[in-house]
């Protein structure tokens, strides 16, 4: 994955073992989101912590990010229910435990899939360089 982030790839990185998946969404070389099925939902546990929503409201504004197309973390920000900073912190929640998940999983099967324009409009704010995170190296590309 290290290539790929010094490539500035943009796509999205699939990586699965025994036991666990994991998805890796580059954006210029920049992770913008992951998950793994070791803790699908924590960003979302983080956000109804912050906002003090019950599961039906979160999944009610998870519901209209998708009808709208936008992206959660954005939505959030743009609304002023959560500073940019607090995005970012739970963000980097979920993207870190991905990448723990992912550093165990090391020699399994993987495939990178490129995407193009359309995923380059996401806020790169809301994005990380790989080596702003955790210091375990991921496997791969």
Known sequence: MEGLCAEQAT??????????????????????????SE?????????????GLGEDALKELVEDCRRLARPLGEVLVERGLMSLEEVRAALRLQV?????SLARCDG??????PRGETWLTYDA??????????SVKAPGP
Do not use: K, S
Not at 39 to 51: G, I, K, M, P, T
Not at 96 to 100: S, V
Not at 108 to 113: C, E, I, N, R, Y
């Open 125 to 134: 704010r809301l994005t990380f360089d790989l080596g702003e995170l955790v």
């Open 108 to 113: 399994a099967p993987h495939v990178f899939l």
């Open 96 to 100: 870190e435990a991905t990448l723990a």
């Open 39 to 51: 803790a699908r939902f924590l960003f979302r546990r983080q956000l109804a912590q912050a906002l």
């Open 11 to 36: 796509g999205e990185f699939i990586f699965a073992a025994p036991g666990v998946e994991v998805h890796v969404y580059l954006q210029q070389g920049r992770i913008a989101w992951g998950v793994t």
